[in-house]
Each structure stands twice: as structure tokens, then as C-alpha cells.
């Protein structure tokens, strides 16, 4: 039973400093145009495979570790997607 409370604490500390990071990140990017949907769906599947990784490895499951790990590689994938189309869409 200790041992299960230590990794729910642990996996607790990794969503809340998660999320820290993203908030420190958007404050200081200070985008003056409005993001895409591309850009919101990529940070969002980048943050869900960061916690579901994260899990794995606290939770030894080699499987949430591996889907974690391809779901931060195709949310970081989405979210450059969606900033190359921003891109395009400023430099008109």
C-alpha cells in the first residue's frame, strides 16, 4: 500500500510540473497571432503522451510507456504542422 501511494505521488508531482512547463512556455512566447487548431491539437497530444509516458514508467507498464512515447512524437509532429502553417499564413 506505501509503495502504491509513493507512485501515485510521483505521478501526481509529473502531471503538475507538466503543465507548469506548458504555462511557463505559453507566457513567454507572447504569439501575437492567434494559434491553429493543428497547433492546440499537437500541444495537447504532446502533453498527454508526456503524462502517459511518465505513468509508465512509474507505473513499470512498458506498454503506457511506448503509446506515451508515440503520442508526444505525433503531438510535436501536429504542433510543427501547425506552426509551419502559421508561418505561411503570416509571411502572405
Not at 48 to 75: R, W
Amino acid at each position: 500500500m506505501k509503495r502504491t501511494n509513493i507512485k501515485l505521488s510521483s505521478l501526481l508531482a509529473v502531471i503538475v510540473l507538466t503543465f507548469c512547463s506548458f504555462a511557463t512556455v505559453a507566457e513567454e512566447s507572447k504569439e501575437t497571432a492567434p494559434i491553429n487548431k493543428d497547433q492546440v491539437e499537437g500541444r495537447v497530444d504532446e502533453a498527454t503522451g508526456k503524462v502517459k509516458e511518465a505513468t509508465g514508467v512509474i507505473m513499470d507498464d512498458k506498454g503506457m510507456q511506448v503509446e506515451g512515447n508515440i503520442q508526444k512524437n505525433v503531438g510535436k509532429v501536429q504542433k510543427s504542422y501547425g506552426d509551419f502553417k502559421q508561418d505561411m499564413k503570416s509571411d502572405k
